[in-house]
């Protein structure tokens, strides 16, 4: 099993990032794939999650309105597009994928909102 997170990076205050991670090794297309994050000295935390045919998504309070979650099961993978990003949202983001055997999780990662 893999999950590669990518498109991290250093961006400005009220900036915007795509994340994408690319999933093997499993049934991506039966799993729920949500996205967490972690600052430094926190805990990880949900940012989003979306069901397995894509037909629901939920999303932390503090990113509604700002973040998409979305999904494509023809090419494994699942993106999570940040707006108006914030300071206090630099962390790293990580991947996760959740089946009926267990979770796995990607290595993740960084994104640095900065002036």
């Known amino acids: 099993v893999q999950l590669v997170e990518s498109g991290g990076g250093l961006v400005q205050p009220g900036g915007s990032l795509r994340l994408s991670c690319a999933a093997s090794g499993f049934t991506f297309s039966r799993s729920v794939m949500s996205w967490y994050r972690q600052a430094p000295g926190k805990e990880r935390e949900l940012v989003a999650t979306i069901t397995s045919a894509g037909g629901n998504t939920d999303y932390a309070e503090s990113v509604k309105g700002r973040f998409t979650i979305s999904r494509d099961n023809a090419k494994n993978t699942v993106a999570l597009q940040t707006n108006n990003l914030k300071p206090e949202e630099t962390a790293v983001y990580y991947c996760?994928?959740?089946?009926?055997?267990?979770?796995?999780w990607g290595q993740g990662t960084q994104v640095t909102v900065s002036s």
């Open positions: 996760n994928a959740l089946t009926i055997a267990k979770a796995y």
